[in-house]
């Protein structure tokens, strides 16, 4: 829109190229810009305010707490599931979350989040659900949790529910899903996100060009006009414009920069191939072995140390084939470790054995298994792809740019690893606190490929020391706490238990010193 002065005091007002209007400026708007001239001062940050507004309203929608089951994931993760099963079937440390609506049922919800931000002061005041789950799990007491939301603890219950019932987690993509290129990820906000800042964008280019045309209305006005009026391009490359992007960048970079030292080295949910495909399912779960069996360093050092080849070889000397994979992972232990499995013996020299004589060997072994186990005399071609893959299985599994031999300790992927300024006890924990390795680890029986199932954050660990009531009677290693001890004799009901935090848990230099 454009003002052209065609002389006493006559103005042309264009619309757009081929459209034009002729008024008496003194008689029709002669208010209209006399409005205009006193906001003129105020225009000319009007377009950085507007933005500012803007970067500012776009920031809060995307923090506004809304309900999603992803967000309850990540909540869960942190704040629930060293203590309660992630399948929200079973008992872990605290029971089993699915069917909490039932159990709820006869109280309002606010209950149900009172409880949850604080369990402890709800059995203070008697509340009847409160109490009867306290004789359930006396003396474990829920963690408190005084700073989540309403949106986040309904977040985290939509989570339950979504696992629970089966609606939420991996689902097997039917025809029309995987036609159509897979299945759509019905809880992600990115779309919403994305459209809104789009909407914002395109208000603030019209915001923009008003501005600009009153700021030309008002230099026509003062007869100070330039030859041209300002067009998109040049209010996009305003001083305005190109502060507040500038300004927008050094806040988005301080944001991701902090975050990204925040979360540097923590890797929750990572899961790599390992170069054994041991099942935890199948050892943990089904054959009910003990944690300590295998990481035997847990109850007695700093490390709870990966399990040499001997200590496989302790069953697996006698379990030659796997219940899943038969010959192809077992072989890949016999390899590394330098036992023939065929005359039931370890080999003398292994080092000194070239590949080929290895090769030899346990092509041997697999095809000699193979033709037991399908009842044929010769291999055919069937089973001399059987032996061919699961040899050149071993030879990628064991060796690698720097491992060039066969021969040598299986090189496991680590996955739980802290920071080096940070100090953890595995037998302070394991031995002394009695802490079962399903409170930080997960259920680890139930994992066939193991990940890291707690954030291991320093908040993460704070909050466990505040809550955690140590086992404090009739452990040896708390008997110089004589004041808590004086303390029990005198009034069982004043001093219930003794957490973490009273016995020196959130000094600086208990982990960092």
């Known amino acids: 829109m454009l003002i052209n002065n065609i002389g006493n005091n006559n103005y042309e007002l264009y619309f757009c190229a081929d459209r034009k209007m002729t008024f008496d400026f003194n008689v029709n708007f002669t208010p209209y810009l006399v409005l205009v001239k006193q906001r003129k001062m105020i225009n000319k940050s009007l377009i950085f305010r507007v933005l500012f507004f803007i970067s500012i309203l776009s920031f809060s929608v995307s923090l506004n707490g809304q309900v999603s089951p992803d967000a309850g994931k990540a909540l869960f993760k942190e704040n629930c599931a060293s203590c309660h099963n992630k399948n929200m079937k079973d008992k872990l440390t605290g029971p089993a979350l699915a069917g909490y609506a039932e159990n709820w049922a006869d109280y309002p919800e606010e209950d149900l989040y009172k409880w949850i931000r604080n369990s402890s002061a709800m059995i203070a005041e008697g509340h009847p ?7 359930e799990w006396s003396p474990t007491v829920m963690t408190s949790f005084p700073n989540l939301k309403d949106d986040e603890i309904a977040s985290i219950l939509a989570y339950v529910d979504g696992v629970s019932n089966g609606t939420y987690g991996p689902k097997k993509p039917d025809a029309t899903a995987s036609a159509a290129g897979g299945q759509k990820d019905e809880g992600s906000n ?6 809104l800042f789009v909407i914002l964008a395109l208000l603030a280019l019209v915001l923009a060009r008003i501005v600009s045309n009153l700021n030309h209305m008002a230099q026509v006005k003062d007869g100070v006009a330039p030859s041209r009026q300002a067009s998109l391009l040049d209010t996009l490359t305003s001083k305005g ?9 050094v806040v988005l970079g301080g944001y991701t920069t902090v975050n990204n030292a925040i979360d540097l080295g923590r890797q929750q949910g990572y899961q790599p191939e390992q170069p054994i495909k041991f099942s935890h399912v199948t050892h943990a779960g089904i054959q009910k072995i003990e944690c300590q069996y295998c990481h035997d360093g847990a109850r007695r050092s700093k490390h709870s140390v990966i399990p040499a080849a001997n200590t496989c070889m302790n069953c697996h000397k006698a379990v030659k084939k796997g219940s ?10 016999y390899a590394s470790i330098g036992y023939d499995p065929i005359g039931d013996k370890y080999i003398e020299n292994y080092d000194a054995m070239s590949q080929e004589e290895i090769e030899k060997l346990y092509k041997g072994w697999i095809g000699t298994q193979y033709m037991e186990t399908n009842g044929v005399e010769k ?27 066969i021969q040598g300790p299986i090189e496991w992927v680590r996955i739980h690893n802290l920071p080096d300024h940070v100090y953890f006890n595995h037998a302070q924990h394991v031995s002394v606190g009695k802490v079962e390795c ?11 490929v193991v990940e890291q199932y707690s954030p291991l954050s320093m908040g993460w660990c704070i909050n466990c020391h505040r809550e955690t009531e140590v086992q404090f009677l009739d452990n040896e290693y708390y008997k110089s706490y004589t004041t808590y001890h004086e ?12 957490t973490v935090e009273e016995i020196g848990g959130l000094e600086c230099q ?4």
Do not use: P
Request: one cysteine or more; aromatic letters at 10%.
């Open 438 to 448: 399903q409170q930080c680890h997960g259920a680890i029986e139930e994992m066939e």
């Open 510 to 513: 208990k982990c960092h010193y």
């Open 241 to 249: 414009v190109v502060g507040f992007l500038i300004f927008a960048l």
């Open 487 to 498: 303390e029990f004799k005198k009034d069982r009901d004043a001093r219930k238990g003794v």
């Open 324 to 333: 899943k994979y038969g010959t192809a992972e077992i072989s890949k232990i």
């Open 379 to 405: 291999l055919g071609s069937a089973g001399e792809r059987v032996v061919k893959e699961q040899w050149e299985g071993i030879v990628s599994s064991l060796t690698n740019k720097q491992k060039k031999k």
């Open 129 to 135: 659900r409160a109490t009867e789950l306290w004789k």
């Open 190 to 195: 990115s779309f919403l996100f994305i459209t």
